[in-house]
T-cell receptor
Framework: EPEVTQTPSHQVTQMGQEVILRCVPI?????FYWYRQILGQKVEFLVS????????KSEIFDDQFSVERPDGSNFTLKIRSTKLEDSAMYFC?????????????FGPGTRLTVL | DQQVKQNSPSLSVQEGRISILNCDYT??????FLWYKKYPAEGPTFLIS?????DKNEDGRFTVFLNKSAKHLSLHIVPSQPGDSAVYFC??????????????FGTGTLLAVQP
């Protein structure tokens, strides 16, 4: 069964460094998302992406964050200058069809630790 | 801003009995609701959903009930099995007809099914 994959599974970085989290969505999916979960808290929406542009972003998704689909398979989240509070589990998700009723499939997540 | 609330952080039930997980929401614009299940070191996995035009949706052992007037939904698992032990997230969305749809998650309930 096709699945969303994410690399790396765990990323440790120093505060102020740039990180790029990578995702490979399911191959025929067109709609992409990043969510994050700070330890012990709820899963929070960061950004959605369709047709090579951001569809919607949350207040969390400030100028330090960017997303890109550099080729036909990868979907990346870049944090330009990491802060301690960026430490979280980051989940990529994708779905095939427009509309809320089409299931979003989540990857296993990347645990980001900012020291 | 807790638009989706799961007030029980954990629940323990005996194998074979019914598990009832509850979720409340505050945003009356929500018109689509989902339950996701999450095992450790994995991403959330879609379980079942319900549109606001229905009050019940059933899929095998899983049934979701929606009470719009109370802004409350619940997930019933009958019979519960040890493999159901996981964190269950309630999520909600507004079906505004856009291409992408962000999911608003609750904080999750850890279900432990005792053999």
């Amino acid at each position: 069964e096709p699945e969303v994959t994410q690399t790396p599974s765990h990323q440790v970085t120093q505060m102020g460094q740039e990180v790029i989290l990578r995702c490979v969505p399911i191959s025929n999916h067109l709609y992409f998302y990043w969510y994050r979960q700070i330890l012990g808290q709820k899963v929070e929406f960061l950004v959605s992406f369709y047709n090579n542009e951001i569809s919607e972003k949350s207040e969390i998704f400030d100028d330090q964050f960017s997303v890109e689909r550099p080729d036909g398979s990868n979907f990346t989240l870049k944090i330009r200058s990491t802060k301690l509070e960026d430490s979280a589990m980051y989940f990529c998700a994708s779905n095939r069809l427009a509309g809320v009723t089409d299931t979003q499939y989540f990857g296993p997540g990347t645990r980001l630790t900012v020291l | 801003d807790q638009q989706v609330k799961q007030n029980s952080p954990s629940l323990s039930v005996q194998e074979g009995r019914i598990s009832i997980l509850n979720c409340d929401y505050t945003n009356s614009m929500f018109d689509y609701f989902l339950w996701y299940k999450k095992y450790p070191a994995e991403g959330p996995t879609f379980l079942i959903s319900i549109s606001s035009i229905k009050d019940k949706n059933e899929d095998g052992r899983f049934t979701v009930f929606l009470n719009k007037s109370a802004k409350h939904l619940s997930l019933h698992i009958v019979p519960s099995q040890p493999g159901d032990s996981a964190v269950y997230f309630c999520a909600a969305a507004v079906n505004y007809g856009g291409a992408t749809n962000k999911l608003i998650f609750g904080t999750g309930t850890l279900l432990a099914v005792q053999p």
